[in-house]
């Protein structure tokens, strides 16, 4: 069966998570509309301390100035120095929101990454 001549909408971000949205034919009629990349994220929306967490990294990061780099774990320790560890994910997760509104990206061995498919170990940096 030959695919339709229609073309397929850019991706879009997760306003919870950060990572990529790719577009599904079940998402043809509401694809406007769609704004999470899953349930989970559907009822996780973005807070306050995720906003502490944004304005951390941001933060942190003019600090720093230049090209310098900092741990997600920086900000969440600066959001809450005794439970840091519960916060990592939710650090990754800004940060991940701020790379998609074009504010800093994700570093992994001194070269951009893509956010969303990121493993292991990221640092994070100003947009040059």
Known sequence: MPRSS???????TCVACGRTITWRKKW???WDAVKYCSKSCRRAKPNETDERLESAILELLRVRGGGATICPSEAARS??????????????????????????EITQNGRA???ST??????LRRRP
């Open 79 to 104: 959001v809450d120095p005794q439970n840091w560890r519960d916060l990592m994910e939710p650090a990754r997760a800004a940060a991940r929101r701020l790379v998609a509104s074009e504010k800093i």
């Open 28 to 30: 043809e009629r509401d």
């Open 118 to 123: 990121a493993r292991g170990p990221i640092r």
């Open 6 to 12: 229609a073309t397929i909408p850019e991706p879009k």
């Open 113 to 115: 990454v893509d956010p």
